[in-house]
């Protein structure tokens, strides 16, 4: 996939920052953003930054990988279903592939998803990994000293 | 002019680790080099992974503990030796990322080790003059080592992230800082080399040692403070063992440098190493607590920085992951791993 | 409506290095028009997806007509991924349906095999949303394996169950002289075979490979006009489109717009699928073809693997499900396989179709898909 500079400058809000868009009709949340709702037709949409947390609805590894991929093969890709219902597509990342499962909770962060060879541009996009809760990770450290 | 301070302070270590005993076997070295570095093991960023994405996320944890909206940040400086682009800017990356976009400074600092550090200073002084509300300074490395150097061992993954703003709002204020740089090349990377060379022994008493207790030294004179006013001492960590010698010749203590020394367990993160030893002590520093700062950068330079804990850095502790759940959350991978990660293979592809 | 089918050709399906789009198209675009006595059709429409990403080949209407021996008349390619031979047959049949023309050839062609695996996967990726899919490398396969795993988790259906269809397919095309996969497997095979996109095994996936199928559409008044009056008419016609991207569908054990195509070509034949002697599904891989079952109305939700284990759709059950062997085993040319499934299903209503035969077929339908449930076409075949 060549990666275009006004592709990627289009989609980088969307990609970086999950944000979707929310219909003021029906009041439904859809991610890829869309000019008009997937759900409803109506065209009254703005613009809706989604939780960064959410569970693993369902997940595939991918072994036959594509052009690009093989460095992380085998490699998981997930439907997030985020805390507001929204789904998005996503690797699932630092887990080992066999500990995935339906149902895991999961956040958002940023990651290098595509690099289109030695001197084109570098595609970031948004990967889900284990979700640590920030007071419980904190907490545990803080029992640890 | 308004006095600034650490408002909020953030770490990330990928989850990929590599042990020093397995780099050893793979090149043949004798079990004592890396016994005698003190690095037991360190972290490797993974394949989706750069210096862009663990500063995202050590920013992302730094603006959680500030509470600020990233709007309201004007200036971000990134600073790095693992640039993914060689001309453009990561900072603004980061920036369209946490949304602190497009009302902002940014760019990307090189000074080996000690760029973000610089960028940290920057930040202090802009909101001091009051030309920014907050900054936002990111230190974040993916360090690269040639295979089979001694490097090999400590050259690490790893990032820290600070925003900066008013002293009345700060985790921790700035009460002095002094600068000591010279040209002095013991570590450098021409542009078309893939690894950095270095002059090995000259690494240590003409760059290291020189320039951090110089800088320690002129902070102490200028301030009129003493090693005993400080609770913690943390300096720039290429190893397990320089922190704690240039420390005694400074007369800290290693109850003081201890709970900021992070390279024994994930290595040296380079632009990330003394700042992720200074998140380690927010982590768990008390309100009124003095803490010495000095990273050090190859090409040389370094700063030295006290800084005073306030209450409010109690509040703020819990709001984001700790350095030391990064440092707990690990796998290991073995070497050919790490190799593909590092991407020290060639590869075609059709 | 009444579209009649005088005339089919097929290729054989597989890796066919010594032969190019021209090749296959014209080998079965010229044994349809044979079979209709030598009609020339008035338009062409071709069906194909990836001439523009593995041929550099566009303008391919204009490429298979004129190139095939069909120059000077309206001509044009129609692409919807893996329904693009659905979706040619369809425009077809609404140029001679709306009185535009009295004859159309449509023929699907594909070449699959010039490139190695990863970048046919690349290409065929392009189905899914680009920005939003492809760019995170969720191969074709991948898409569709994260419905497997959804529909097996939510409907409690084992491995096994699954791999009923893929044997069933095997047995049906191993005796299909067109079919690229001709070897019987067991449910034991299935589950043994290389994981490609877990749940997904290599035995759950239509093979990779070249082909053509052409089927020649004539009208009533050109119908009268041919040596022979054809037996087969296309009866009813329907498509329908759902979003490209997966997360923005109401369900990801649901093709909604499978049921609402089916039920237009249905309601346009005047049938329901109750009526069905024989349907050709798309089985690109296991699990669509266990949900378009269930969205054809011919198994409840959730069921439509476990009645395959059972016996359900087996030659000698009505409807028989993919006498040829389906996508599975007669093959998968993408743009092609549309047009295989017309073909075959007109074959049947014949009587002279070369593999496993539906004895008396009268009615028969064909649903081919795009994208993994985002262009449906169906088509409704009757003896007349």
């Given at each position: 996939?060549?990666?275009?500079p006004?592709?990627?400058?289009?989609?980088?809000?969307p990609?970086?920052r999950?944000v979707?868009?929310?219909?003021?009709?029906?009041?439904?949340?859809?991610?890829?953003?869309r000019?008009v709702?997937?759900?409803?037709?109506?065209?009254?949409?703005?613009?809706?930054?989604l939780?960064?947390?959410?569970?693993?609805?369902?997940?595939?590894?991918?072994?036959?990988?594509?052009e690009?991929f093989?460095?992380?093969?085998p490699?998981?890709?997930?439907?997030?279903?985020?805390?507001?219902?929204?789904?998005?597509?996503a690797?699932?990342?630092?887990?080992?592939?066999?500990?995935?499962k339906?149902?895991?909770?999961?956040?958002?962060?940023l990651?290098?998803?595509?690099?289109?060879?030695?001197t084109?541009?570098?595609?970031?996009?948004?990967?889900?990994?284990?979700?640590a809760?920030?007071a419980?990770?904190?907490?545990?450290a803080?029992?640890?000293? | 002019?308004?006095?600034?301070?650490?408002v909020?302070w953030?770490?990330?270590?990928p989850?990929?680790?590599?042990?020093?005993?397995?780099?050893?076997?793979?090149?043949?070295?004798?079990?004592?080099?890396p016994r005698?570095?003190?690095?037991?093991?360190?972290?490797?960023?993974?394949?989706?992974?750069?210096?862009?994405?663990?500063?995202?996320?050590?920013a992302?944890?730094a603006?959680?503990?500030?509470?600020?909206?990233?709007?309201?940040?004007?200036?971000v400086?990134?600073?790095?030796?693992?640039?993914?682009?060689?001309?453009?800017?990561s900072?603004?990356i980061?920036?369209?990322?946490?949304?602190?976009?497009?009302?902002?400074?940014?760019s990307?600092?090189?000074?080996?080790?000690?760029?973000?550090s610089?960028?940290?200073?920057?930040?202090?002084?802009?909101?001091?003059?009051?030309?920014?509300?907050?900054?936002?300074?990111?230190?974040?490395d993916?360090?690269?080592?040639?295979?089979?150097?001694?490097?090999?061992?400590?050259?690490?993954?790893?990032?820290?992230?600070?925003?900066?703003?008013?002293?009345?709002?700060s985790?921790a204020?700035?009460?002095?800082?002094y600068t000591?740089v010279t040209?002095?090349p013991?570590?450098?990377?021409?542009?078309?080399?893939?690894?950095?060379?270095?002059?090995?022994?000259?690494t240590g008493?003409?760059?290291?040692?020189?320039?951090?207790e110089?800088?320690?030294?002129?902070?102490?004179?200028?301030?009129?403070?003493?090693?005993?006013?400080f609770?913690y001492?943390v300096f720039?960590q290429?190893n397990?063992?320089?922190?704690l010698?240039?420390?005694?010749?400074?007369?800290?203590?290693?109850e003081?440098i201890?709970?900021?020394?992070?390279?024994p367990?994930?290595?040296?993160?380079?632009?990330?190493?003394?700042?992720?030893?200074?998140?380690?002590?927010?982590d768990?520093?008390?309100?009124?607590?003095?803490v010495?700062?000095?990273?050090?950068?190859?090409?040389?330079g370094?700063d030295?920085?006290s800084?005073?804990?306030?209450?409010?850095?109690?509040?703020?502790?819990?709001?984001?992951?700790?350095?030391?759940y990064?440092?707990e959350?690990?796998?290991?991978?073995?070497?050919?791993?790490?190799?593909?990660?590092?991407?020290?293979?060639?590869?075609?592809t059709y | 409506?009444?579209?009649?089918?005088?005339?089919v050709?097929?290729?054989r399906?597989g890796?066919?290095f010594?032969?190019g789009?021209?090749?296959?198209?014209?080998?079965?675009?010229?044994?349809?028009?044979?079979?209709?006595g030598?009609?020339?059709p008035?338009?062409?429409?071709?069906?194909?997806?990836?001439?523009?990403s593995l041929?550099?080949?566009?303008?391919?209407?204009?490429?298979?007509?004129?190139?095939?021996?069909l120059?000077?008349?309206?001509?044009?390619?129609?692409?919807?991924?893996?329904g693009s031979?659905?979706?040619?047959?369809?425009?077809?049949?609404s140029?001679?349906?709306?009185g535009?023309?009295?004859?159309?050839?449509?023929v699907?062609?594909e070449?699959?095999?010039?490139f190695p695996?990863?970048?046919?996967?690349?290409?065929?990726?392009?189905?899914?949303?680009?920005?939003?899919?492809?760019?995170?490398?969720?191969?074709?396969?991948?898409?569709?394996?994260?419905?497997?795993r959804?529909y097996?988790?939510?409907?409690?259906?084992?491995r096994?169950?699954?791999?009923?269809?893929?044997?069933?397919m095997?047995?049906?095309g191993?005796?299909?002289?067109?079919?690229?996969?001709?070897?019987?497997?067991?449910?034991?095979?299935v589950?043994?075979?290389q994981?490609?996109?877990?749940?997904?095994?290599?035995?759950?996936?239509?093979?990779?490979?070249?082909?053509?199928?052409?089927?020649?559409?004539?009208?009533?008044?050109?119908?009268?006009?041919?040596?022979?009056?054809?037996?087969?008419?296309?009866?009813?016609?329907?498509?329908?489109?759902?979003?490209?991207?997966?997360?923005?569908?109401?369900?990801l054990?649901?093709?909604?717009?499978?049921?609402?195509?089916?039920?237009?070509?249905?309601?346009?034949?005047?049938?329901?699928?109750?009526?069905l002697?024989?349907?050709e599904i798309?089985?690109?891989?296991?699990?669509?073809?266990?949900?378009?079952l269930?969205?054809?109305?011919l198994?409840?939700?959730g069921?439509?693997?476990?009645?395959?284990?059972?016996?359900?759709?087996?030659?000698?059950?009505?409807?028989?499900?993919?006498p040829?062997g389906?996508l599975?085993?007669?093959g998968?040319p993408?743009?092609?396989?549309g047009?295989?499934?017309?073909?075959?299903?007109a074959m049947?209503?014949?009587?002279?179709?070369?593999?496993?035969?539906?004895?008396g077929?009268e009615?028969?339908?064909?649903?081919?898909?795009?994208?993994?449930g985002?262009t449906?076409?169906?088509?409704?075949?009757?003896?007349?």
């Open positions: 996939m060549r990666l275009s006004a592709m990627l400058w289009r989609t980088r809000v990609r970086y999950l979707g868009r929310v219909c003021k009709s029906c009041g439904r949340r859809h991610y890829p953003p000019p709702c997937p759900y409803c037709g109506s065209r009254d949409l703005e613009d809706a930054p939780p960064r947390r959410g569970i693993v609805e369902t997940y595939t590894v991918i072994h036959t990988v594509m690009g093989r460095d992380r093969a490699y998981v890709i997930g439907v997030v279903r985020l805390e507001d219902g929204t789904r998005v597509l690797p699932i990342v630092d887990v080992e592939p066999d500990k995935v339906t149902g895991m909770e999961v956040e958002a962060t990651r290098r998803i595509r690099v289109d060879g030695p084109g541009l570098i595609g970031y996009g948004a990967a889900f990994r284990p979700a809760g920030a419980e990770a904190g907490q545990r803080a029992e640890k000293s | 002019m308004e006095r600034s301070g650490i909020g953030g770490a990330y270590i989850v990929y680790r590599i042990r020093a005993s397995d780099i050893a076997l793979q090149w043949g070295w004798e079990p004592s080099v005698g570095l003190g690095v037991e093991e360190k972290a490797v960023a993974g394949v989706d992974e750069d210096a862009v994405t663990i500063g995202v996320e050590a992302r944890n603006l959680r503990r500030a509470g600020v909206d990233p709007a309201r940040v004007g200036a400086f990134f600073g790095t030796e693992s640039k993914p682009y060689a001309v453009k800017p900072a603004t980061v920036a369209e990322a946490l949304g602190i976009t497009p009302d902002t400074m940014a990307d600092l090189e000074f080996a080790c000690r760029a973000a610089e960028g940290m200073r920057a930040a202090f002084a802009l909101v001091e003059a009051g030309h920014v509300e907050y900054g936002l300074a990111v230190g974040a993916t360090a690269q080592a040639s295979p089979g150097d001694v490097l090999e061992f400590t050259a690490a993954s790893g990032g820290a992230a600070f925003v900066v703003g008013p002293a009345g709002e985790a204020v700035l009460e002095a800082v000591y040209d002095t013991d570590f450098w990377r021409r542009g078309l080399s893939p690894y950095p060379a270095h002059g090995e022994g000259f008493e003409p760059a290291y040692f020189h320039h951090i110089s800088a320690v030294r002129g902070l102490l004179e200028r301030t009129g403070l003493r090693p005993s006013d609770d001492a720039h290429p397990g063992k320089f922190p010698r240039v420390g005694r010749r400074l007369g800290f203590p290693r003081k201890l709970p900021g020394l992070v390279t367990r994930v290595g040296n993160t380079y632009n990330g190493s003394a700042l992720l030893g200074l998140a380690r002590v927010l768990q520093a008390k309100p009124g607590q003095r010495l700062v000095a990273p050090f950068g190859s090409g040389s370094s030295a920085y800084f005073v804990v306030t209450d409010r850095v109690v509040e703020r502790q819990g709001l984001a992951p700790t350095v030391d990064y440092v959350r690990k796998r290991y991978v073995d070497y050919a791993t790490y190799a593909k990660m590092r991407g020290l293979f060639i590869r075609t | 409506m009444k579209v009649y089918v005088a005339g050709g097929m290729t399906v890796r066919l010594d032969k789009i021209l090749d296959l198209a014209a080998e079965a675009a010229w044994k349809a028009i044979d079979e209709a030598g009609v020339l008035e338009a062409v429409v071709v069906g194909n997806m990836m001439s523009g041929q550099s080949q566009d303008n391919l209407g204009a490429y298979v007509a004129a190139g095939i021996g120059r000077g008349r309206p001509a044009f390619k129609v692409e919807a991924a893996c031979g659905g979706a040619a047959v369809y425009t077809g049949v140029l001679v349906a709306s535009l023309v009295d004859s159309v050839l449509v699907g062609v070449k699959m095999t010039d695996t990863a970048v046919v996967t690349e290409a065929l990726a392009q189905a899914a949303d680009s920005e939003y899919e492809l760019f995170y490398g969720a191969t074709f396969v991948g898409l569709n394996a994260l419905m497997m959804y097996m988790e939510k409907y409690g259906v084992s096994d169950e699954m791999s009923a269809w893929p044997v069933l095997h047995r049906n191993a005796i299909n002289p067109y079919a690229q996969v001709r070897r019987e497997i067991t449910v034991e095979d589950a043994r075979s994981v490609v996109a877990d749940p997904i095994r290599l035995l759950d996936s239509s093979p990779i490979g070249d082909g053509a199928a052409a089927v020649l559409l004539v009208s009533e008044e050109a119908a009268k006009t041919l040596p022979e009056k054809p037996s087969v008419a296309i009866a009813g016609a329907g498509m329908s489109v759902d979003t490209v991207e997966i997360t923005n569908r109401e369900g054990d649901t093709i909604p717009a499978a049921r609402e195509a089916a039920e237009r070509a249905l309601r346009a034949a005047g049938l329901s699928p109750r009526d002697d024989v349907v798309h089985d690109a891989f296991t699990v669509n073809a266990v949900i378009l269930e969205e054809l109305g198994a409840p939700r069921r439509a693997a476990r009645l395959v284990a059972e016996g359900r759709f087996h030659p000698g059950d009505r409807p028989t499900a993919n040829s389906g599975k085993s007669r998968h993408v743009g092609a396989t047009v295989y499934q017309v073909a075959e299903v049947q209503l014949r009587g002279d179709f070369p593999g496993v035969r539906v004895e077929a009615k028969g339908l064909t649903l081919n898909m795009g994208g993994d985002s449906v076409a169906v088509h409704v075949l009757t003896r007349v």
